[in-house]
């Protein structure tokens, strides 16, 4: 099936239909560009390129000339730690700019959900209680967030344009630094940084550094009561220190966005607990047609020979 002035690549997801939800059926609108479900590839020689999320164990096997592996999120962790993906494979991912600011308007909502202690007021409603809550000033309100890649560090601006004190863990010193916030870098910053602090919210990429950082020790390092906003990769929480946590009062409760299973199962405990906020991995997506443009200039990238604009650094991991 292959010409020269057209490029094959496959769609893999084990949780997804990409094909329909990111309208990657170009069809008449880029004859250059074919993307097939799995089962409508023929010759599976031709394949070049591959557009993922969330891939199965074996999704790769049947593809011998795959040389571009693309994540249709921001993270690559599903490709790079895929046991089955060869490394000289290109791993790609899309860089949508309304992520970032998804993300912020999540944080802020959760922190602000916890300082003003919105659960109370809830249950103030359904009992017709007027008792407003003696008003904090923001700035008593230590947050840290962990990465300050594009997503932290619009949580960062976010968050200080509403006056909370912010420090961010980093490993390098951030280039345009923002008035006001602390940054605390290099390898033990997030140890550093996560002393004292009311809340704690995960950016992280996901890498052989950061699975299981959201841990006891860490934990211990919090104010008593605090919050944890989990919006980076399921992998990143150790979940027995983490209930040990809630339990202890070490932390008072959680907004949980990812997992390390999803969708997360029907009967696991996290969905019953009361201290946990728990949303479907909507912290931010990426947008569609942003999808589908970079998908195909990616594809068309390849098939031209040109340098892949949209490549991650393998080595570092994001
Ligand atoms: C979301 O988690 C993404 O990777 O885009």
Same mark, same amino acid.
């Given at each position: 099936?292959?010409?020269?002035e057209?490029i094959?690549?496959?769609l893999?997801?084990e949780?997804?239909?990409?094909k329909?939800y990111?309208?990657?059926?170009?069809? +008449? *609108? /880029?004859?250059?560009v074919? $993307?097939?479900?799995?089962d409508?590839?023929?010759r599976?020689?031709?394949? @070049?390129?591959a557009?993922?999320w969330?891939p199965?164990?074996?999704?790769?096997?049947?593809?011998?000339?795959?040389?571009m592996?693309m994540?249709?999120?921001?993270g690559?962790?599903?490709?790079?730690?895929h046991?089955?993906?060869n490394?000289?494979?290109?791993?790609?991912?899309?860089?949508d700019p309304?992520?970032?600011?998804l993300?912020?308007?999540?944080a802020v909502?959760?922190?602000?959900?916890f300082?003003?202690?919105?659960?109370?007021?809830?249950?103030?409603?359904v009992?017709?209680?007027w008792d407003p809550?003696p008003?904090?000033?923001?700035a008593?309100l230590k947050?840290?967030?962990?990465?300050n890649?594009s997503? +932290? *560090? /619009?949580i960062?601006?976010? $968050?200080a344009?509403v006056g909370?004190?912010v420090?961010?863990?980093?490993r @390098?010193p951030?280039?345009d630094?923002?008035?006001?916030?602390t940054?605390?870098t290099?390898d033990?910053?997030v140890?550093?940084s996560?002393v004292?602090?009311?809340?704690v919210?995960n950016?992280?990429?996901?890498t052989?550094?950061?699975?299981?950082v959201l841990?006891?020790?860490?934990f211990?390092?919090?104010a008593?009561g605090?919050?944890l906003?989990?919006?980076?990769?399921?992998?990143h929480?150790a979940?027995?220190d983490f209930?040990?946590a809630?339990?202890?009062?070490q932390?008072s409760?959680?907004?949980?966005?990812?997992?390390r299973t999803?969708p997360?199962p029907?009967?696991?405990?996290?969905?019953q607990?009361?201290?946990?906020?728990?949303?479907?991995?909507i912290?931010s997506?990426t947008?569609?047609h942003i999808v589908s443009?970079q998908v195909?200039l990616?594809a068309?990238e390849l098939?031209?020979?040109?340098?892949l604009?949209l490549s991650v650094?393998?080595a570092?991991?994001?």
């Amino acid at each position: 099936m292959a010409t020269a002035e057209r490029i094959y690549g496959v769609l893999l997801s084990e949780t997804m239909d990409l094909k329909t939800y990111y309208s990657l059926d170009f069809g +008449g *609108a /880029a004859p250059d560009v074919c $993307l097939l479900n799995p089962d409508e590839v023929t010759r599976p020689e031709d394949i @070049r390129f591959a557009a993922c999320w969330l891939p199965g164990p074996d999704a790769f096997a049947p593809y011998p000339n795959l040389e571009m592996a693309m994540s249709v999120g921001a993270g690559v962790d599903a490709l790079l730690n895929h046991s089955g993906l060869n490394k000289d494979v290109a791993v790609c991912r899309v860089r949508d700019p309304h992520q970032a600011h998804l993300m912020a308007g999540y944080a802020v909502h959760e922190v602000v959900h916890f300082e003003r202690e919105f659960p109370q007021m809830a249950r103030n409603q359904v009992a017709a209680n007027w008792d407003p809550l003696p008003i904090r000033a923001p700035a008593d309100l230590k947050v840290v967030v962990l990465g300050n890649g594009s997503m +932290g *560090a /619009a949580i960062v601006r976010a $968050l200080a344009a509403v006056g909370f004190a912010v420090s961010v863990a980093c490993r @390098r010193p951030p280039e345009d630094p923002i008035a006001g916030v602390t940054y605390f870098t290099g390898d033990n910053s997030v140890a550093e940084s996560v002393v004292g602090m009311n809340v704690v919210i995960n950016t992280l990429p996901l890498t052989a550094h950061t699975e299981n950082v959201l841990n006891a020790n860490l934990f211990s390092r919090l104010a008593k009561g605090a919050w944890l906003v989990q919006i980076g990769r399921g992998e990143h929480l150790a979940e027995a220190d983490f209930i040990a946590a809630l339990e202890s009062g070490q932390l008072s409760g959680a907004t949980l966005d990812v997992f390390r299973t999803e969708p997360l199962p029907a009967d696991h405990p996290f969905w019953q607990d009361q201290r946990l906020r728990i949303t479907p991995h909507i912290a931010s997506d990426t947008m569609p047609h942003i999808v589908s443009e970079q998908v195909l200039l990616s594809a068309r990238e390849l098939l031209s020979g040109a340098p892949l604009s949209l490549s991650v650094n393998s080595a570092q991991g994001y």
